[in-house]
């Protein structure tokens, strides 16, 4: 069965700075998708940027970016110029290519200080 | 266009009750699926309705049933409640049943469930 492991519980970082949310997964698939969403504490999940496990570009969108080591199985989301509305909890999720149900991790809870 | 709708926002029940959750999905989307999130997890897939038919299956026990109605709506039914069913209830919405990046699962704001 697919794992997804997110190690770090809480991360901080200083408004325009730059974190990096660690997320790793274990699978036996070649053709995957993986995901960060982020839920604040309207509780809505939002989707905050995807990759195809058979594109090695790492995927970006706007201040967001990923790191994706697919023999190391690491999938790290990197935020550049944190704004305060970024503070919430980024999930890390995995599906396989051939369903729909997606695997989380346990979710990283991310503070942006002024 | 309105996102995935979820009725209703809250809700208590005591233990051995029944509970329905509502969920509609973004207009056009087939697909509907049930997480469960408990207090300090991640989702975990509960089910998925393709075409009102039953696509996916976590591991949950019987007591929990859902059924997709002709215009795509969903409803999770949980019988016998225990004080572990306690949780926020996500329904995604998506446009087919899977297998291509641009299946994106688009979610709700969740019911939340507190079992007394």
């Known amino acids: 069965a697919q794992t997804v492991t997110q190690s770090q519980p809480e991360m901080s970082v200083q408004e325009a700075e730059t974190v990096t949310l660690s997320c790793t997964y274990d699978t036996s698939e070649s053709d995957y998708y993986l995901f960060w969403y982020k839920q604040p504490p309207s509780r809505q999940m939002i989707l905050v940027i995807r990759q195809e496990a058979y594109k090695q570009q790492n995927a970006t969108e706007n201040r967001f970016s990923v790191n994706f080591q697919k023999a190391a199985k690491s999938f790290s989301l990197k935020i550049s110029d944190s704004q305060l509305g970024d503070a919430a909890m980024y999930f890390c999720a995995y599906r396989s290519a051939g369903n729909n149900d997606m695997r989380f991790g346990a979710g990283t809870r991310l503070t942006v200080k002024p | 266009d309105a996102g995935v709708t979820q009725s209703p926002t809250h809700l208590i029940k005591t233990r051995g009750q029944h509970v329905t959750l509502r969920c509609s999905p973004i207009s056009g989307h087939k697909s509907v699926s049930w997480y469960q999130q408990v207090l300090g997890q991640g989702p975990q897939f509960i089910f998925q309705y393709y075409e009102k038919e039953e696509r996916g299956r976590g591991n949950f026990p019987d007591r929990f049933s859902a059924r997709q109605f002709p215009n795509y709506s969903s409803e999770l039914n949980v019988n016998a409640l225990l004080l572990g069913d306690s949780a926020l209830y996500l329904c995604?919405?998506?446009?087919?049943?899977?297998?291509?990046?641009?299946?994106?699962?688009?979610f709700g704001a969740g019911t939340r469930l507190s079992v007394l």
């Open positions: 995604a919405s998506s446009l087919g049943r899977g297998g291509t990046a641009k299946n994106i699962q688009y």
